[in-house]
């Protein structure tokens, strides 16, 4: 895949761990629970056409906490976001295995497609 052509879902992502990544999809801020069920946090990321999903920031670096309550604006929204991906969110315990952003270095908006283009939620 061309460097410079967004990932779009989870097998764009092959082979671009440890670079920076432009990604594209739909803003969304999901709950994230511990195995007991009780609510770790509520992180925003980026929801692939295919249905994966790419954190944006990490939950164990708290000095790069995202702002969840001015991102959620854009919860629903076509987005792209880069920064370097990462397979499992860095800076702490390794036993969440979800692709991460980060650190980010450009959030944009995307013009809205047809409806039928967005992925649906996951």
Request: net charge neutral.
């Amino acid at each position: 895949m061309d460097e410079n052509t967004p990932c779009v879902s989870l097998k764009d992502l092959e082979g671009r761990f440890g670079q920076s990544c432009r990604v594209a999809g739909v803003c969304e801020v999901r709950p994230f629970h511990n195995p007991k069920r009780v609510l770790i946090a509520e992180w925003p990321g980026v929801r692939l056409e295919d249905g994966g999903f790419v954190l944006m920031e990490s939950f164990w670096q708290k000095d790069r906490v995202p702002d969840v309550e001015g991102l959620k604006r854009w919860n629903g929204r076509p987005i792209e976001v880069t920064g370097v991906l990462h397979g499992a969110p860095p800076g702490g315990i390794q036993n969440l295995s979800i692709p991460c952003l980060s650190p980010i270095t450009d959030i944009r908006e995307l013009p809205a497609p047809a409806k039928s283009a967005l992925p649906k939620a996951g």
